[in-house]
């Protein structure tokens, strides 16, 4: 017998199909008439679907009437026009099978609402409940438009490895992977450690980015993007930091900031599109039960349609010190901004989403175009109201003295980096790229309130659970 989705169940168009259901019970309540009505979902679709159980049944004693919410079951029978408010259709089942049990004593998940925080210790289990399965289908939205809009601008999706012995952001907060015995290592009090004795010879440690292999891909095949994990050793435990993310980073040979711009906004403007478009039901969800303003929406579809504020950091920081606003951290030349400086600019000053540009090289990293003012680089951040930043990148310094000599700058050991420095030795071009955090842009896309809540497992200091 077919199977159908609930999604497409609940669909008028479907009606007058015979098929089967499956799904977990959300609900189920008897009628004085003599038969039932079960709610269930299958992940396919916010909304449940009813199925009308006859109490002629031949289970219907001895099974159907002990369902419970987090049951699963197959249900199958006829789909019809529903009489019920709220529902255009629903299922009359000739016949309903119980795959497996929920205690109702014992089941976490029952009517009354859990906090986020609460649901986090059941990440096992929080896909079930409306939101989290809401979050899940835009997660999923958002990364196939993210493979599709490159894919059809003719860009290679390559994958850069997540073990590396390069720190890309030279913050050195970076996880340590090893195959040697730290409780001997340990024991033996050992100072300095041979790394003979280690699986790579040398100390390694898990990606910060795939920036730095991208840019090899680039420099021989043109356009290309990698899309996959990375890690940050960061003891933050804020609402805005994870220490495993997914990050996408298209990198384009021949291309300068200007180019890298108009990239960004594009693909920022496409994936919030597809969104709005392919998940209509579960952005209404976040713009009605998560969205404290209730302008989710209308916020995604101004973006959508305004063109991007383009400032130079150096006039940014002018903006802000004229404002009058009082900031937590005061604002000077030089500093890297804080969130609230760069909300108060997309929220408002501008109104719109910004792309402050030409940051201090104090605060950036080597491998960023140096200006001619030795003061700056071409680096960009996109910033988005409600969040900050969402997008950050830069030009690549593809002048080999130039590199060589910001590395020694930044206390960089030019030898561990010689295949770097071999892309600007051999046939060296303009190039530049962005990252994209994949968590970040859920997280705006939906509104929901912490970064942890929009990733399948969070990693953060202190939680490595499931």
Request: with cysteine; proline share 4%.
């Amino acid at each position: 017998m077919e199977k159908i989705s609930v999604k497409n169940a609940r669909d008028e168009s479907s009606i007058g199909k015979t098929g089967k259901l499956q799904g977990w019970v959300r609900t189920r309540r008897d009628s004085k008439a003599g038969f039932s009505f079960i709610e269930i979902n299958d992940g396919s679709s916010q909304g449940n679907i009813q199925i009308i159980a006859p109490a002629d049944l031949e289970n219907y004693e001895s099974e159907i009437k002990r369902l419970t919410a987090g049951c699963s079951i197959s249900a199958e029978g006829e789909i019809k026009e529903s009489g019920g408010r709220g529902q255009k259709t629903e299922m009359q089942a000739a016949q309903i099978s119980v795959h497996g049990w929920a205690d109702p004593d014992e089941y976490p998940l029952q009517k009354k609402r859990h906090s986020m925080e609460k649901l986090r210790e059941w990440a096992h289990l929080r896909p079930r409940t409306n939101t989290f399965g809401a979050v899940a289908r835009v997660r999923n939205c958002i990364c196939n438009s993210i493979h599709q809009f490159y894919q059809e601008q003719g860009f290679l999706y390559i994958n850069t490895p997540i073990i590396t012995a390069s720190d890309c952001e030279g913050a050195g907060e970076m996880f340590q992977v090893t195959t040697m015995k730290m409780d001997q290592i340990a024991k033996q009090q050992i100072e300095n450690l041979n790394y003979k004795f280690d699986f790579f010879d040398k100390p390694a440690y898990l990606t910060v980015s795939g920036q730095l292999a991208a840019e090899t891909y680039a420099c021989a095949l043109g356009k290309v993007y990698t899309f996959g994990p990375t890690f940050r050793a960061e003891n933050s435990n804020t609402s805005r930091h994870l220490a495993e993310f997914w990050m996408v980073e298209p990198e384009v040979a021949f291309n300068d900031l200007d180019d890298n711009m108009d990239l960004a906004e594009s693909f920022l403007k496409r994936i919030f599109t597809d969104a709005l478009e392919k998940c209509g039901q579960d952005m209404e969800f976040f713009n009605e039960r998560i969205d404290q303003e209730k302008t989710l929406i209308k916020r995604l579809e101004a973006i959508i349609n305004t063109e991007f504020v383009r400032l130079p950091y150096t006039e940014a920081v002018e903006i802000l010190e004229s404002s009058g606003q009082k900031f937590d951290f005061p604002v000077k030349w030089g500093i890297d901004l804080q969130s609230e400086h760069e909300r108060f600019l997309t929220e408002k000053h501008f109104e719109k989403p910004v792309i402050l540009f030409d940051y201090p090289n104090t605060i950036k990293p080597f491998y960023m175009y140096c200006n001619d003012d030795d003061k700056t680089v071409r680096a960009m951040d996109v910033l988005v109201p409600g969040v900050g930043e969402i997008i950050g990148g830069s030009q690549r310094e593809h002048r080999l003295d130039v590199l060589e000599s910001r590395m020694k700058a930044q206390d960089l050991d030019i030898e561990e980096y010689w295949w770097y420095a071999d892309l600007r030795r051999y046939g060296t071009v303009p190039h530049a790229g962005f990252g994209l955090g994949l968590e970040r842009a859920v997280q705006f896309v939906t509104s929901i309130g912490n970064i942890r809540d929009v990733i399948p497992f969070p990693r953060t200091p202190g939680n490595a659970e499931f």
